[in-house]
């Protein structure tokens, strides 16, 4: 195991019913910015329940935070931030009103060009309070102290992350997941199932609870994926199972003293940034390809993950390993999720773009550096 600092300030509200908590959490005098997306919270309730919750505050809003959160939008809720003296941020909705959301907040701050903070991750040294509702369980944006921001002007997307990023408080009711279109329930099982594998499907060395607590979660997503998908009428504990899976997904829990890739991620972001798919539909195509193309790198991992996950008995560690692939390729789609470009009609043009980005950049990604551009390019063509 290798050394670490550990350090997770959000506090969760979890359940059926919590949004009315709201008010207890927020300092009465606080000019507070709600922040939400395209609408789907004024359709599902959860507008209202927010706003019930927050009688006698002063409230202002900024809607219209797209998927993939862009630059260009978020600069104009900073101008509210800045034109309304607003002391504290309540993001209402998924992963990219979240993200949106703590980009606005620090960049009210911000001296300079807020691209920059982004693109650099730089000097940060004050936010705006910030507290979540989330309707949208995939990205753990509601506990953690990442956000990724589109800019189409330029087409790219970049992630960054501080410790005043994390949220103060998140309120998790479950029952927000019934009016998830399924797309995204499945790009939101795609996402979680990844996020634990960027963590986990890297080296052997003595993770043991970090890939216990691992394996059980994509034991977990695998068991609830089909009750998810297939059923009109979703589970309550089914759905709170689910997001509880998604938000320890990436909080940091798996994290803890283990070696991280993210390759998938970064490449996932550029296909994103460049043809505009899913950030989980990018990420079903490129993980079966990162694990063909790196099997010997992570070999070892690859073979505990077939037999602890999945329940593999192969004759030899290359049968395994194929099967395992093969498996994780067709559990996301049986979630009803692409996992080649050409399905997606993605012109393969886009495989040079992304290369020559990433030879630009002259960094290589993954453990320990393992994932150079050509590995990149092996990739993508592999799951063209
Ligand atoms: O905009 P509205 O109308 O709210 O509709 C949204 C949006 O169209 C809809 N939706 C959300 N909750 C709903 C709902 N529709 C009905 N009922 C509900 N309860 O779902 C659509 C997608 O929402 P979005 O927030 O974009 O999805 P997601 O949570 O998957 O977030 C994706 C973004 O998060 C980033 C991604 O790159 C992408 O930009 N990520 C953030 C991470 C982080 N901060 O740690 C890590 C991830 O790896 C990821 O990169
Ligand atoms: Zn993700």
Redesign the pocket.
Known sequence: MRNFEFKNPVKIIFGEGQISKLAKEIPTDSRILMT??????K??G?YKQAIEALDGYTVFEFGG?????DYDTLMKAVEVCKKNNITYILAV???????GS?FISAAAFYEGDCWDMVVNRRNIFKAIPLATIL???????EM?E?????RRELKE?F?F?NPLLFPEFSILDPT??????KK?IA??IV?TF??ILEQYLTTTDHYMVTDRLAEGILKNLIDLAPNLLSKDELNYNDCANYMLSATLG?NGWTAMGAMQDWAT?LI??EL?ALTGL???ET?AIVYPGTMKIMSSEKKGKLLQYASRVWNIVGESDEEMIEEVISKTEKFFNSLGIKTHLSEKDIDKSVIDVIVNRFEDRKINIGEKGIVTPKHIRMILESQY
Do not use: C, F, M, W
């Open positions: 939400y997306g395209g609408g789907s919270i359709r599902n959860v935070i797209e998927a993939n959160p909705g998924g992963g990219s009103v979240i993200d703590k309707t949208l369980p995939a990205t753990a944006s953690n990442g956000a990724v921001i589109s997307k992630a992350s927000v997941i019934y009016s998830l279109p995204q790009n939101g996402d990844a996020h990436l991620h996932g972001h994103t899913d950030h989980g990420l």
